[in-house]
Every structure is written in C-alpha cells, then in structure tokens.
C-alpha cells in the first residue's frame, strides 16, 4: 500500500517514514509539511492512505481534510496528532475520517494504517466514546422537523445510531432489508451526510 506522510516537524516526518518503511507491505509514496501540500500531493499521488497531522501552521489538517474528501470521496485519511483536544476530535470524526491516534501511540501506527486501508475505522475506544458527548456539549438540539425528516425516517435514524444492521432494522419495524437501504440513501442524500458514520452522530447532536 501507498502512504502520503503529511506533518510540518520535519523530524517527525522521517521518522514516520522509518516506521512504515521497516514494513515491507508499506511504500511511502510521498511526504509533505502542510496542508496546503497535503491536498497538491494526494491529487498528484493518489495514495492509498493519507496520514496527516492536525495542527499545522496556516490550514489545519482538519480544513485540508474537507477539502480531500469532496474532491476524492473514497479517501482514506488518518489523522496523527499528539493533541487528544475534544474540539479537534469530534471536527476530525465529522470530515469523513477514517481515524484519529495520537503520536504517543508509536507503536500502533503500523497496524492502524493498514487498518483504514481495509477499510476500518480506527479511533480508540477512549475517543470512540467521548464523541457523543463532545458533539452534544454545549450545542443546541435543532427541530428534527427543520430538516424535513419524517417520524420513519427520525426512527430509522435512530436504529442506525445503535448500531443496527440494514437487515436488524428490517426485522424491528416489518420492512424489507432494501426498502431500508433506499430511505438511509434518501436520508443520507437529504442531509447531506456521507455515510452511517456520519449519521449516527447527527442523531446524538440533533435528535437524542
């Protein structure tokens, strides 16, 4: 697998590189020392994993990462940072992120990055679990009905949320396992939101 390394502490970039290179499934295809060269680089590399800090001078690793995405809607971008801040986590969920470890964990670097290469999302259960509450903290619940979700809809929403499967949520409320498949298209479409990720934490900040 192709690696994109993107931090602005050139020290830590080579030894990132080291890291992943000592694996002999892992090229690093480029490096990088800003956002600004994070989204020049994946364009013209288009590689398999991006691995980013977050806090960077000028653009953060956060605002490149919107901008990947809309561009590149399957990227696979890992955030390594060593600031566990709640404001930076629950933003780097909300992107589309495929993960967010911190620096300190070295030794899982490897194992991470091939983690969201399958496909997996890799944030730590200490992280996975403060995400509800970060998003809901201090933010006011918006009328469900602002967002033209019908009381179907706001229940599949909130099967999704639980972590239910298509075929789970057909058996709870007596639909057929495509007709499930069809209204999270259509709610992820009305809302504007990429994936069941994405959903399941617009129910905790919106409709909970």
């Known amino acids: 697998m192709r690696i994109l390394i993107i931090d602005d ?16 499934e892992i ?4 490096i ?8 020049e680089l994946y364009d013209s590399l288009k590689p398999d994993v991006l691995l980013m800090d977050i806090r960077m001078d000028g653009m953060t690793g956060i605002e490149a ?8 809607s399957s990227a696979k971008i890992l955030f390594l940072t060593t600031f566990s801040d709640d404001e930076y986590i629950a933003k780097a969920f909300l992107t589309g992120a495929k993960g967010y470890i911190l620096k300190q964990d070295f030794e899982s670097i490897i194992s991470s990055v091939k983690a969201v290469y399958m496909g997996q999302r890799v944030f730590g259960d200490e992280i996975i679990t403060r995400i509800p509450a970060l998003l809901n903290n201090n933010s006011a619940k918006t009328d469900r009905h602002i967002h033209n979700l019908t009381e179907r809809e706001i229940e599949i929403v909130t099967h999704v949320a639980d972590g239910l499967s298509n075929k789970e949520i057909s058996e709870m409320i007596y639909l057929s396992e495509g007709t499930v498949r069809n209204y999270i298209s259509a709610i992820l479409e009305k809302l504007d939101l990429r994936d069941r990720t994405q959903l399941a934490i617009y129910y905790y900040k919106y409709i909970k």
């Not at 502490?9 to 002999?24: G, N």
């Open 9 to 24: 502490d050139k020290l830590v970039t080579a030894s990132l590189k080291t890291i992943l290179e000592a694996d002999e």
């Open 27 to 30: 090229e690093v295809a480029g």
């Open 32 to 39: 990088g020392y800003s956002a600004n060269e994070a989204i």
């Open 65 to 72: 990462a919107k901008i990947i995405i809309q561009k590149h």
